[in-house]
Structure formats: C-alpha cells, structure tokens
C-alpha cells in the first residue's frame, strides 16, 4: 500500500491542539486533538489532502486526535471499486428497494430533518454527550460546514426516515454522521446509508467513502470494519483490510495500537 505525503499546502496552515479531555470513545482514557485554526476558509481540495492526512470536519472545526500513549483513532475509507456486500449487507439493501434517495445542500435544511435528528438523538444516543438534542447542536454539527457538504435523504413515499451528511472531496465523498428514524430498526437504515453511498460515489466516478475514525477497542465503532476492503491510515500510511476481522483479531490490533510503559513510569508520566 504506497504511503502519502501531503501537499506543501498544508504546512503553510496553522494548527493548535486542546489539553487533554475525556476520550469520547474509550472509557477512563485521555484525548488530545489537533485543530485546523477556524480563520482558514479551506475548500475542498485542502480539505482532501487534510483527509488523507487523517482529520476530520466537525460543523466549522477540522481536527485529528494526537493522543498520548495511543493510536486508536484509525481513519478508515472503502475503495468502492472493489467493495462487495456481505450477507447482511445484502438483505438491508434488498429490504429498502422501496425508498427513493434526494440529494440537498446541507444549508437548504428545514425543520423536518432537525424533528428527525432530534428523535434519533434522544430516543437512540439518549447515554451520549449529543443528549439531549436542540436545534442549535444540530445546526453548528451538521448543517454549518467549511466546504461542500450535502444530504442524501431516503424518503418512504412523503416521509423522511433517514439522512446522511456528506462532504464532497476530489478522490470520494466523507460520511460526516447519519441520522434515521429509530421506528424503523427492523430496515437496517445505518447499513443502508452507507451502502448507499457508496453507490453514490461510484456513481460519481470517485474513489473512496471515507468513514471518519474506526476505533478498534470500542465496540460500538466496529461496524465499519464490515465494509471490506477497508484501508486504514496506519502511521502515514494507508493499508488495507481484506476481509473482516474476528474479534479477536479487533481486539489485538488495538492491543498494537496501545504505547505502554513500564508499571514503575505510570505514576510519574500517566496522570
């Protein structure tokens, strides 16, 4: 898998990084990100090249974790090319047949889509730090964007039931979040989501679906690594995955992933 070297571009950027907070992903663990400065007004071409160099858009703010002791946080992408569904993800694309796909800007978005992501946050994510729900989270997350960024919107005859927020680059599309109607698990609308777009940016003639960061110690992040050949940003460069992995397998590679030192240091240098 050949490794990528960014752009001068992005050394003529300026960059800052947070103290150290609660990792959202694992539990009793510490994070630190990296942040682009918010006075860049970046397009999509600088965004690409800060994707392949694994951050990420979140409403107005591009970052990337820079953690101490671990490198858990792996950007992972498809190369829709060569995806091919597995047995699940066969059944949840024969199961929606009957929805219709939209395309919207994201600036373009109504109190429908905001009722929707309300309901999926508070009747889905009612343990996580997006509970509970307003308008104004919704705004700043998904509907405020640096760059180009879109809705693709599944509709059951006049209903919504799901949406997902993309952002456009110049080798595919990123999966920023997707929301859906929690009355509707038996569709399996967060494999579909992404199953159709995938389809979406073959249909563009692009290369990838970037699925933000796959974290291999968090159970509930594990779903991505489904979505086969799945290449990863390992230490600069972008390797791939065959197949899925076991969870034994998940669960030593993050072991790999984890820097540790010997017990004695943990007092003095882990706080």
Known sequence: MKSYQP????????????????????????????????IHRIDVVTLSELSRVGFRRSGDFVYRPECHLCRQCLSCRVPVAEFQMNSRQKKAWKRNQDLTMRILPTLQATQQHYELYERYINERHADGDMYPANYDQFEKFLVQSCSESFFIELWKDQKLISVSTCDVMDDGLSAVYTFFDPDEQRRSLGVFAILKQIEYVRSLNLDYLYLGYWVPHSVKMNYKSQYTPLELLLDGQWRRLNRPLSDHEIHQLGNSLMTTLPSEWNNLIIK
Request: aromatic share 12%; charged share 20%.
């Open 7 to 38: 752009k001068s571009l992005l050394n003529d950027l300026q960059y800052y990084i947070t103290p150290p907070h609660d990792c959202s992903y694992l539990e009793n663990k510490s994070a630190r990100m990296v942040f682009l400065d918010p």
